[in-house]
């Protein structure tokens, strides 16, 4: 079963980041991009399935956090509105787990397992 899955963790708080609205888009020869899917982090912070139905197909991705949304809601200035990571799907891989730590001011993401 292919999967791309994401979970945020709010360093600031020490607690998953729920109800961030994530978007999923796949990058076309054109250069254009093609929206996926899109959820919002549940009680854990986690979306654990943003790939729909079928293949996970080689190519560039990107996901799409919404931090406004969760900066608004708890009442913080936060400097990026919104975080993109961008990454590239090799041939072969069904699975992809990415990651992101969050606090108002900066952010990292990587390879999760």
Not at 49 to 61: K, N, T
Request: net charge neutral.
């Amino acid at each position: 079963m292919s999967r791309i899955s994401t979970h945020i963790l709010d360093l600031m708080h020490g607690r998953p980041a729920n109800d961030v609205p994530v978007k999923l888009e796949r990058q076309q020869a054109s250069g254009s991009w093609q929206s996926i899917s899109s959820a919002r982090t549940d009680q854990d912070g986690r979306c654990s399935q943003l790939l729909e139905q079928g293949e996970l197909s080689p190519g560039v991705y990107r996901l799409s956090f919404d931090t406004r949304t969760y900066f608004d809601a708890h009442k913080l200035n936060g400097l990026y509105p919104v975080v993109e990571v961008t990454f590239h799907v090799r041939d072969g891989e069904s699975r992809l787990h990415i990651p992101l730590l969050l606090s108002a001011n900066g952010y990292t993401t990587y390879r999760g397992s």
